[in-house]
Each structure stands twice: as C-alpha cells, then as structure tokens.
C-alpha cells in the first residue's frame, strides 16, 4: 500500500473523509488530491465555504508532513497558516491541490499549497509545523 492509499484509509470517518477528500500522491516533501464540490462544502450564501478549502490544504500539508519527518519525530502540530482565496467553486466542479516543502528543518517545517478549479488558482496557502520529538 502506497502513502496516499494509507491515509486515503486511516481518514476514514475523520474531517477529511466526511469532506471526500481523495489523495492521489503523498511522498516526502510533496502532496497531491483532489475532491468534488458537493451541498456539504458550500455557505448558505451560495458560494464555496472558505473552510473546506483550508481544511483541504492544511490536510494535504498535515498529510506529506507525515511522511517527511526528520528521523526521531513523532508528530507535528501545526502553529501558523494563512490563506489568500482568488476564487470559489459550484457544485460539481473538481478541486485540485498540491503542497510543498519550502523549508524542512528539525524543529519546524513550512509548507505551500494551492487549490485550483478548472487549472485557476484560487487559493493560496502556507503553514508552518512544529516537529514534535518524545519527551524525556
């Protein structure tokens, strides 16, 4: 089983998968998915809820995070993010995204991402992790 068949299955009745988040590539320092829009991922207002794009990207930085680790880590939270939108989306219309390592260090690691419809970027976003290592 590949990476992103093993968090396409450990995201099973978690955020993530209630949100049909679907990964395609997750290898170190890099992540690729995509999802549907759906009723469930919009505002009442009629356009994409600004939440399940950021629940999208930070997801696929948590997720290659995982996977690029320094050696002796256990984990990672994540300390910062921001995100400039661009555009939305209707139901219907395909989400795509990919994150990136910019910075893979021992005790933080920043992260890019974007979320593009129909190959228009509109979301823009980076966080920064925090590299947990066992206490003692």
Not at 32 to 37: A, I, K, Q, W, Y
Not at 71 to 82: D, M, P, Q, R, Y
């Amino acid at each position: 089983m590949n990476e992103a068949e093993r968090f396409n299955a450990a995201q099973k009745d978690h955020l993530p998968d209630h949100l049909g988040l679907v990964w395609e590539e997750i290898t170190h320092g890099y992540a690729r998915g995509r999802f549907v829009v759906e009723k469930r991922h919009m505002a009442p207002n009629g356009y994409m809820h600004a939440g399940s794009v950021v629940t999208f990207l930070d997801t696929a930085c948590g997720y290659a995070c995982v996977v690029s680790r320094p050696e002796g880590a256990v984990g990672f939270i994540t300390i910062e993010l921001k995100t400039n939108f661009f555009g939305t989306a209707a139901v219907g219309d395909e989400i795509m995204c990919e994150a990136r390592l910019v910075h893979g260090g021992r005790t933080t690691q920043v992260w890019d991402a974007e979320a593009r419809n129909a190959g228009k970027v509109i979301a823009a976003f980076r966080c920064t992790q925090m590299i947990l290592y066992p206490k003692g």
